[in-house]
């Protein structure tokens, strides 16, 4: 049985930038990563622009100008100004290229066609210059660049409508088990509600991975064996659960070791979740979790987490870990190390009732898992504990 400090760096040393490419909607690019430069198509701003509601003006000694024409945003016409000559204009509107600066309204006076200035201003006064943010051709976002809500904006500013960015894994999440009937169905004796898939799938919605397949396999050799073999050829990161601990009717390990999986920890000291199986197919990282439900969860989030951030090529790759105050008094039976569901808030972490790996209830209130290390077997309220902070 491996640690939980060895297991998290077996995930990370085997978890690799996944460095494939693929094409996106800009508008639906927001959290991808680019995968190459992009060039500008065009000069940002297209044109010389005003920054102001004001004057365009030819600069001249005087403080008075003489108003010959208008140019709203949008307009196209070139008005030619003589030193001296003035242009009425507002934001965004192109600057004619005769003018040289632009007076805020605020600070002229207007007398019929005749407007006079407070004071002199430089040349280039409140003027965008052609391509300021960025000139056609140049770099506009580098390779590895994260796009965010602005950087979304800023290419479809540029007039880009597609990009190209790292793919994200293809994930398959693969529940097991005769027990399980769809929420919605019938519930007979002996059968439960299948929940640990649609768990996943939204905690896996929650970071941002999308692309998703569920299958179901029954208590069946045969059956695991060969689902596991397409669904492990067709995705990037399959997550199993249940059917991994050691039952009769166990066949994912037993399935995963006859397909020739390289198996890089079975069974990790750690409470709950010690069948946690980690293992790789050629490309493909596969996760067999324990099918008790928040088991399965809290899994989720300590190590496959882990193992989609490497894969994205993100640098923070861990949910964050904080100190905090205990709430609550926690005795820990056995010397596994424990991660239990609690409550944080602004320094103080309350440990909830109901730790059993098989319930959801509590880990449904939780914004944050307790990790209490092998060598501490009690907390006492006030003792500092260490928090691991769950996705908001
Ligand atoms: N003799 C031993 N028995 C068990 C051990 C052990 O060391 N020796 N370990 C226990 C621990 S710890 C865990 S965790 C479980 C893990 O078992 P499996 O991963 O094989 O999971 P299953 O037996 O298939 O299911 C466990 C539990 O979870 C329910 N389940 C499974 N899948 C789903 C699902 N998709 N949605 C909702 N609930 C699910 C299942 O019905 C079981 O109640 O093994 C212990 N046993
Ligand atoms: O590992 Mo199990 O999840 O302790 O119940």
Do not use: W
């Not at 307009?75 to 030619?80: A, K, S, T, V, Y």
């Not at 987490?305 to 964050?320: D, G, S, T, V, W």
Request: charged share 25%; glycine share 6%; net charge neutral.
């Amino acid at each position: 049985m491996i640690s939980v400090e060895d297991a998290i760096l077996a995930v990370k040393n085997h978890s690799k930038p996944l460095l494939k490419e693929t094409i996106k909607p800009v508008v639906k690019a927001g959290g991808y990563i680019l995968f190459k430069d992009i060039n500008s198509p065009i000069n940002m701003p297209p044109f010389r622009q005003s920054a102001m509601d004001g004057y365009a003006l030819n600069l001249h000694d005087s403080l008075s100008y003489n108003l010959i024409d208008e140019i709203k945003a949008g307009d196209g016409h070139q008005p030619i100004l003589e030193p001296g000559d003035a242009v009425r204009i507002f934001t965004g509107a192109p600057v004619p290229d005769s003018a040289n600066a632009i007076m805020m309204q605020e600070k002229v006076r207007v007398n019929g066609k005749e407007i006079t200035i407070e004071q002199h201003i430089p040349i280039n006064h409140n003027i965008r210059p052609l391509g300021e943010q960025v000139k056609k051709g140049a770099i506009a976002l580098k390779k590895d660049t994260k796009l965010t809500p602005a950087a979304v904006g800023y290419l479809t500013s540029l007039g880009i409508t597609t990009v190209s960015v790292y793919k994200k894994p293809l994930i398959a999440i693969i529940t097991t088990g005769n027990e399980l009937v769809e929420a919605g169905q019938n519930l007979t004796h002996g059968k439960i509600y299948e929940s640990n898939s649609t768990m996943l799938q939204n905690a896996l919605y929650h970071l941002k991975f999308y692309d998703i397949s569920i299958h179901k396999i029954e208590d069946d050799y045969e059956k695991t064996k060969a689902k596991l073999e397409s669904v492990i050829q067709d995705n990037d990161l399959v997550i199993v659960t249940g059917g991994i601990s050691v039952g009769d009717y166990d066949f994912v390990g037993k399935a995963l070791l006859e397909l020739k999986t390289e198996v890089i920890f079975y069974k990790v000291k750690q409470k709950p979740g010690k069948p946690l199986f980690f293992g790789k197919k050629d490309d493909t990282l596969i996760f067999a979790l324990p099918g008790n439900p928040a088991a399965a969860l809290t899994c989720f989030y300590v190590y496959v987490n882990i193992a989609l951030q490497k894969m994205m090529n993100r640098e923070i790759i861990e949910l964050p870990r904080v100190k905090a105050i205990s709430k609550s008094n926690f005795e820990k039976k056995g010397d596994r190390p424990q991660f239990l569901k609690a409550i944080y808030n602004t320094d103080e972490v309350e440990i909830l009732e109901g730790q059993n790996s098989s319930m959801l209830q509590t880990f449904a209130l939780s914004n944050a898992l307790v990790f209490v290390p092998e060598t501490i077997v009690k907390i006492e309220k006030k003792d500092t504990v260490e928090v691991i902070l769950l996705p908001a």
